[in-house]
Nanobody, 119 residues
């Protein structure tokens, strides 16, 4: 069982920055792909950024050049650095860990952290 605990959300003005953290229980980064999702009110949850075991990153188009996903293996923590924030970035942000074992997919979620960007 993997536990994920997010922190770092809050209220920020447009153009500002926040760094989200996701602390994982144990050393999982050599087995799990780490992702950040977000869900705005009335909208579906969307994938924002992903970080593979090998260190490759991918971002949804709307955050490219503004957000950066990274990890600290020693701290078992994944980060999402968010710069030049926009009101449309307002959402609950969720950390996700995913691993495939044969035909099975193991997926774990954090509890979410609220990010609110004021205009």
């Amino acid at each position: 069982q993997v536990q994920l605990v997010e922190s770092g959300g809050g209220l920020v003005q447009a153009g500002g920055s926040l760094r989200l953290s996701c602390a994982a229980s144990g050393s999982i980064f050599n087995s799990y792909v780490m992702k950040w999702f977000r869900q705005a009110p009335g909208k579906q949850r969307e994938l924002v950024a992903s970080l593979t075991i090998g260190g490759n990153t991918n971002y949804t188009d709307s955050v490219k050049g503004r957000f950066a996903i990274s990890r600290d293996n020693a701290k078992s923590t994944v980060y999402l650095q968010m710069n030049t924030l926009k009101p449309e970035d307002t959402a609950v942000y969720y950390c996700n860990a995913e691993r495939r074992l044969g035909l099975r997919t193991l997926t774990y979620w954090g509890q979410g952290t609220q990010v609110t960007v004021s205009s």
